[in-house]
């Protein structure tokens, strides 16, 4: 999962109230940021996950695919373990294959079956 934790100038976030999942983002490529309440009461909430998917997308190509909700929960659990006031910097979500497979040849290092691909990572 290429996510990190870290710091940036921005106001402090507030906790959300029991029962809801309140998640910022800073997307560190298109300089994008997005604070979404995106589960209430064990419920996801669609046009908050739409939101996260288009945030999360193949920024080089504009595609989105469904995030799978899990693993936006386990990036909310670590960040409130961190205890975290910062939103999260987002370094890559979904890759579309053709961008995995350019990354492949240019850079290397990536998955073939990426699950940066599925919407997992």
């Known amino acids: ?5 870290c710091g940036l100038s ?50 080089r190509k504009n595609e989105a695919i469904r995030i799978d909700p899990k693993t936006v929960d386990i990036i909310w659990e670590m960040y409130q373990e961190l205890g975290s006031q910062q ?13 995995n497979a350019m990354l492949r040849r240019t850079r290397g290092g990536q998955a073939s079956k990426s699950q940066h691909m599925t919407g997992r990572a």
Do not use: N
């Open 10 to 59: 921005a106001d402090r976030i507030v906790a959300s109230p029991p029962g809801e999942r309140t998640i910022s983002f800073y997307h560190i490529h298109t300089q994008e940021t997005l604070t979404v309440t995106y589960k209430k009461d064990g419920e996801y909430i669609p046009d908050a996950m739409k939101k996260i998917d288009w945030l999360m997308r193949d920024w």
């Open 87 to 99: 939103p999260i910097h987002v370094i890559c979500g979904y890759r579309s294959p053709g961008t």
């Open 1 to 5: 999962m290429l996510v990190a934790v």
